[in-house]
């Protein structure tokens, strides 16, 4: 099915354990997204890719590294998973500046780090 | 730094009345905006978008924009606001660097 795809949808995990969401997209858009979403912050930027193998630092980039050998995928890993990483993540695509489009979302990854 | 804001953490309205929910951006050049919908435990869906041409943007479910360059505003308004709007509401800014910027998000409650 086309579209963008998260997973696990749910997660727990304990503290100090590395743990990998994943993201796929079947558009083939170049860019690529990854937030968190906290109550009171609203939706921040983690990193961001422009295109395979480019990668860039968004808001909160700390305890998190990112991946994207291939275009469709951008996984987000948490090298030592702290409670303050307990959050949803979400992952997003769009195409590139010559034709902006709206960035289409993946319904969320819930991960709780207890 | 760019940067979106959101000034209200919620809007209150009377189903049937008109509601506003406002954005303010700020950007380096043109600026590409966006508003987006959360319903709870859902993922963001897009509501409409102002890359370029009229400052009024007609989008989905009825909602429309207005972007106003000199007051860097790019506000959300309905003519008349409906029990399943309730939502929590974003608008975005795609930076010069490409990044997709949000703001805090505004919870909108309309009561009938």
């Known amino acids: 099915d086309a579209g963008i795809t998260q997973s696990p949808r749910y997660k727990i995990t304990e503290t100090g354990r590395q743990v990998t969401l994943m993201c796929h997209q079947t558009?083939?858009?170049?860019?690529m997204f990854w937030y968190r979403q906290d109550l009171g912050h609203g939706l921040r930027l983690i990193y961001y890719?422009?295109?395979?193998?480019?990668?860039d630092k968004g808001e909160v980039p700390d305890g998190y590294v990112v991946s994207r050998s291939k275009t469709e995928n951008f996984p987000l890993t948490l090298e030592s998973a702290t409670r303050s990483q307990t959050s949803v993540y979400f992952c997003?695509?769009?195409?590139?500046?010559?034709?902006?489009?709206?960035?289409?979302f993946g319904q969320g990854t819930r991960l709780t780090v207890v | 730094a760019q940067s979106v804001a959101q000034p209200e953490d919620q809007v209150n309205v009377a189903e049937g009345n008109p509601l506003t929910v406002k954005c303010t951006y700020s950007?380096?050049?043109?600026?590409?905006l966006f508003w987006y919908v959360q319903y709870p435990n859902r993922g963001l869906q897009f509501l409409l978008k102002y890359i370029t041409g009229d400052n009024l943007v007609k989008g989905s479910y009825g909602f429309e924009a207005e972007f106003n360059k000199s007051q860097t505003s790019f506000h959300l308004k309905k003519p008349s606001a409906l029990v399943s709007d309730s939502a929590l509401y974003f608008c975005a800014v795609i930076s010069n660097t490409g990044k997709l910027i949000f703001g805090q998000g505004t919870t909108l409650q309309v009561k009938p």
């Open positions: 997003a695509s769009r195409t590139p500046w010559g034709s902006i489009t709206e960035a289409f």
């Open positions: 890719s422009a295109a395979a193998d480019i990668t």
């Open positions: 950007v380096s050049g043109n600026p590409y």
């Open positions: 558009w083939s858009h170049s860019y």
